[in-house]
């Protein structure tokens, strides 16, 4: 295979984002000795999902988003303790709440399956790079809690390129981070059709969506690559 520099996304590609949310946010009323059950979690999520449209997060391709991703995000995680702090009565600043939830978060390097063995045996052929949207601190942080941070040549992140994917900056950043402009040489890996596969095929690179939810295909971006399972992946690069 052609390939030389696989770019794997973190959140539901290799890491569990879900475990990640519900480990952050038990720990986090844990800590202010608030007992965490399903039906905050539920309530949790929607608040979530809720702010995430309000700050337009889930626009990727929105130019302001892109730009301002990491103030929106911040922002919204603080609102969203807000609306918990309102529903639970709990007398702690939201800003406290965010910052709790964000650092126990950052101990999460909770793993997709098979996300560390690919890792491994991708690791002896090719160079692996975590490219991601995120906060720096958290994300290092989860990759370096988790059993696949020895096989990880660099983790390149939104907030560090000053943009989040798919816009072109996050992609300049990444590439110049490679060291290499050969764009032939690199395959992109992602679940995300607009920020993984859109992104990557805009700037000119191969791209594999990892469909682990089965999820239909409505738009007309298609990937080089599609796999269910991130074993696949080993069939389609031969190892």
């Excluded at 101990?107 to 692996?128: D, R």
């Amino acid at each position: 295979m052609k390939y030389k520099y696989i770019l794997f996304d973190a959140d539901d590609t290799l890491l569990d984002f879900g475990k990640a949310e519900w480990f952050a946010l038990n720990k986090t009323l844990e800590d202010i000795k608030f007992n965490c059950n399903k039906y905050i979690a539920e309530k949790f999520s929607s608040i979530c999902d809720k702010l995430w449209h309000e700050f337009k997060l889930d626009e990727p391709l929105n130019r302001y988003v892109q730009i301002n991703y990491h103030d929106l995000y911040y922002k919204y995680s603080v609102e969203r303790f807000k609306d918990l702090k309102e529903l639970l009565d709990i007398n702690i600043s939201a800003q406290l709440l965010s910052e709790k939830y964000l650092n126990s978060f950052s101990e999460c390097g909770f793993l997709v399956k098979g996300a560390e063995n690919v890792c491994k045996q991708l690791s002896l052929q090719y160079k692996i790079f975590v490219v991601t949207n995120g906060l720096s601190h958290v994300q290092k942080s989860r990759i370096g809690n988790s059993k696949i941070k020895s096989y990880i040549t660099d983790i390149l992140i939104s907030e560090d390129a000053g943009c989040a994917k798919p816009g072109k900056e996050f992609f300049d950043y990444s590439i110049k981070s490679l060291g290499t402009s050969n764009l032939s040489e690199m395959l992109i890996v992602g679940d995300s059709i607009i920020t993984d596969i859109f992104g990557g095929n805009e700037y000119g690179i191969d791209t594999c969506l990892f469909n682990s939810k089965r999820k239909i295909n409505k738009l007309k971006i298609q990937p080089k690559f599609e796999i269910r399972e991130l074993n696949e992946l080993l069939g389609i690069l031969r190892i």
